[in-house]
């Protein structure tokens, strides 16, 4: 087990919930980090799991190469919970996240390091995680890129995302009153809106692990619809088009468009995509007409903090 009494620069933070088949290949990836110079360390928020996560987690902390934290975030259900926890315990100067399913590169410490000395926020390619592992998968997309409606660089994702620790406290994190979906649009929404400065890294490189079951995508495609809705709502300033009633007489065309252009599988894949996740905002918008808006839970609501 390793302490380390030195002031932690990067604190990385990885929400997980019955992990135990598959957090091992983060943790392994992150112990063969190669970012020499650098104090760095592990925190894991879990989220209540009722597997063996938490056993498979103490089996790394024995011979992890950098302090391995174990973090109790089980109160409220959902990753955005567990980053406010992890967060809250993390005492480095910037924090970094991570999936608990998916790989970093090895270079990925070592990448964020200069960056953050000069950006408030950065972030990096995503790319394909596939088994055999191997580099030079597809970028699928970045975890910072261009605002449609500014055009500035806003954060995308929760996943591969690094920023200063003072940043994510003053406007509040994630909003963990989303216990499933609408969290991350959410983050992005108001860190964009905070003014902080967020920067790209090609070299911080992130192998994200998709969704290989249709129908399970669709659920979760179904869900950030409606997670969507209620973002949109509670931001109505800056989405008036969704919350207009041109975006309602807006959906047959453009579902019509789509329909006419499609060539392939993978084109009637995408128009069934989009359909599911319309249909999914459209559920989100009519629960909003039968019901307020959740109050924000941000990261000041967390409390003491326990470790596991």
């Known amino acids: 087990m390793v302490t380390n009494d030195r002031p932690i620069r990067i ?10 088949d598959s957090i091992g290949t983060q943790l392994n990836a992150l112990a063969s980090q190669i970012s020499p110079g650098v104090d760095w360390g592990v925190i894991v928020a879990d989220n209540g799991s009722q597997d063996k996560t938490v ?12 302090p391995l934290r174990i973090v109790d975030a089980s109160a409220v259900q959902g990753a955005a919970y567990a980053f406010n926890v992890g967060v809250t315990a993390a005492r480095g100067e910037s924090v970094a996240f991570c999936g608990a399913d998916d790989r970093v590169d090895r270079g990925w410490i070592a990448a964020m390091v200069e960056p953050l000395t000069q950006t408030e926020v950065v972030g990096g390619p995503i790319r394909r995680l596939e088994s055999p592992f191997r580099t030079g ?4 997309w ?22 200063h620790h003072d940043v994510y406290m003053a406007f509040g994190g994630f909003d963990h009153s989303h216990t499933r979906y609408g969290s991350d649009l959410d983050f992005g929404v108001r860190l ?23 129908m399970t995508l669709l659920r979760k495609v179904l869900r950030s619809g409606q997670g969507e809705a209620v973002v949109w ?8 088009k969704e919350n207009s009633r041109s975006w309602w007489l807006s959906i047959g065309p453009e579902l019509i468009r789509a329909a006419a252009s499609m ?4 084109d009637a894949a995408g128009v069934l995509r989009l359909g599911v996740s ?11 007409r039968r019901r307020s808006l959740p109050e924000q839970q941000l990261v000041d609501r967390v409390g003491d903090v326990h470790e596991l």
């Open 278 to 288: 319309r249909l999914g905002q459209i559920n989100g918008k009519w629960n909003l």
């Open 263 to 266: 060539r392939s599988r993978s």
């Open 192 to 214: 964009q809106e905070s003014g902080a400065s967020v920067g790209f890294v090609e070299e911080m490189v992130y192998f994200f692990r998709p969704t290989t079951s249709s």
């Open 233 to 240: 709502k509670r931001h109505e300033g800056l989405f008036r």
């Open 142 to 163: 970045n975890s910072v890129a261009p605002s449609r409606r500014t055009g500035q660089l806003m954060a995308v994702g929760s996943g591969n995302i690094a920023m």
């Open 11 to 20: 604190s990385v933070v990885i929400p997980a919930f019955n992990e135990a």
């Open 137 to 140: 998968t597809d970028v699928l």
């Open 55 to 66: 056993e498979v987690l103490r089996a790394h902390k024995e011979t992890f190469p950098v």
